[in-house]
């Protein structure tokens, strides 16, 4: 009997950890993170609103791009409230339900990014490979069903991983490692066989950014090939200068993304600070870089933002 009500106890809330050893420069460390969120939902923002409302922006590529932007201010809304709270409120408690919730849509967020990078390179495939039948292959009812297999894909993955975490008693501690919930934190705390939950965890992996981080590879395989195949050297310096931004947003994305996986299999006996920066940098990066990128290399966007701050210097010379 009391094996049986130990199966069914659970914490009514789960304690998130800062940054260990910096407890006492939380307040300064608050305006700077502030200031993160604003960069990250004020760029993305204006990457959003300007594809919307420039004409010459409504081309896949770019639609792609509002994917991206829209699913870097899910990720970066989705941490907003645990990080400020900690370091502006000193909150650190978080209800158990809301962990999983926020653990949901994290890796929701982080499996539709990593789906539209994949559906950006094959953008930049179908651009450099077939140029002229690029709008007649990638039509807006492609995109579409593209966006829709992103999403669902991403929704249907990771929908089992709070229902595998509520079936598993926690009656021991309950300090999470970092400012936000995530799956592989909130399960070495459980005080039962975590082997399902682990198994569907590297299916999962496998099955989204293994399978997409691969997909991505091919694709620049194939972009390369194709380009060395152009006679001019001009001409192969402007296909691959189409893909810059893409290979930065790639980078931003998985370089945190495999670090914080090899840390958290290989990196036991590294301090809880470097597993906790990593899995901030995992999080808060690409949606505060992302925009940074996409700004610098398309000329609409640096408009609206010389718009946005400008007003009066762009009146005048209209």
């Not at 199966?7 to 260990?20: A, C, D, E, K």
């Not at 579409?144 to 297999?149: K, Y």
């Not at 996986?261 to 006996?269: D, E, P």
């Amino acid at each position: 009997m009391a094996d049986n009500n130990h199966s069914r106890f659970q914490h009514l809330y789960f304690v998130l950890t800062g940054i260990p050893g910096l407890e006492l420069k939380y307040y300064w460390m608050a305006f700077p993170l502030g200031a993160i969120y604003v960069i990250a939902l004020f760029g993305n923002g204006v990457i959003i609103s300007t594809i919307k409302s420039e004409p010459s922006l409504h081309i896949p590529m770019y639609y792609f791009l509002c994917m991206l932007a829209l699913a870097d201010t899910g990720l970066a809304l989705c941490t907003m409230p645990s990080m400020l709270g900690i370091f502006w409120f000193n909150c650190k408690s978080i209800a158990f339900d809301a962990c999983l919730v926020q653990m949901y849509f994290i890796h929701t967020f982080s499996a539709i990014e990593s789906g539209v990078l994949v559906a950006m390179a094959f953008d930049r495939v179908v651009a450099i490979w077939k140029p002229l039948r690029y709008g007649t292959i990638l039509t807006n009812g492609v995109v579409c069903r593209t966006g829709a297999v992103i999403l669902t894909r991403a929704i249907c993955v990771v929908f089992p991983v709070p229902f595998l975490i509520k079936r598993l008693p926690f009656y021991r501690s309950n300090i999470l490692s970092h400012s936000f919930c995530l799956h592989q934190d909130v399960m070495s705390l459980a005080c039962a066989s975590i082997r399902v939950n682990s198994l569907y965890g590297l299916i999962a992996v496998i099955f989204t950014k293994g399978s997409d981080s691969l997909s991505i590879l091919l694709s620049y395989a194939f972009i390369f090939r194709t380009v060395m195949a152009i006679a001019s050297g001009e001409g192969r310096l402007k296909a691959l200068n189409t893909c810059v931004s893409h290979v930065c947003a790639v980078l931003i994305f998985y370089v945190p993304l495999i670090g914080v996986s090899v840390i958290h299999r290989f990196g036991k006996h590294l301090s809880p600070l470097t597993h906790a920066l990593m899995a901030d940098a995992y999080l808060l990066i690409p949606p505060v870089l992302n925009p940074i990128v996409y700004t610098m290399k398309t000329k609409e966007i640096r408009r609206k933002l010389i718009q946005i701050f400008v007003p009066a210097k762009v009146t005048a010379e209209g």
